[in-house]
């Protein structure tokens, strides 16, 4: 999943999600923000909060969503929230 964040200060964003081995990676305009594997899981949403952007500032939320039964075999939603916003959703 890959969205744009700012206005005057244009940043992309790139989602990646790897469920055979339940890897997760964030990049922002190429460089790796966040890396993360899951190994076991809780709960039925997953989110990761981070601020994209120097002089103008967002504040940027990915969540991955898990179905209640049998969620560690099936697709899994994400949502991207740009300052509250929903601006992209994916299901991977």
Do not use: C
Not at 61 to 72: I, K, N, P, Q
């Amino acid at each position: 999943m890959n969205f744009d964040v700012g206005v005057e200060e244009r940043h992309q964003v790139q989602v990646s999600f790897y469920k055979v081995v339940g890897a997760l990676s964030i990049k922002v305009d190429g460089h790796s923000v966040l890396r993360t594997s899951r190994v076991g899981s809780s709960g039925l949403i997953k989110p990761w909060d981070f601020v994209v952007g120097s002089a103008e500032q967002h504040n940027v939320r990915v969540e991955r969503h898990r179905e209640r039964l049998f969620g560690a075999f099936r697709s899994g939603r994400f949502y991207a929230y740009v300052d509250g916003q929903l601006v992209a959703q994916d299901v991977g």
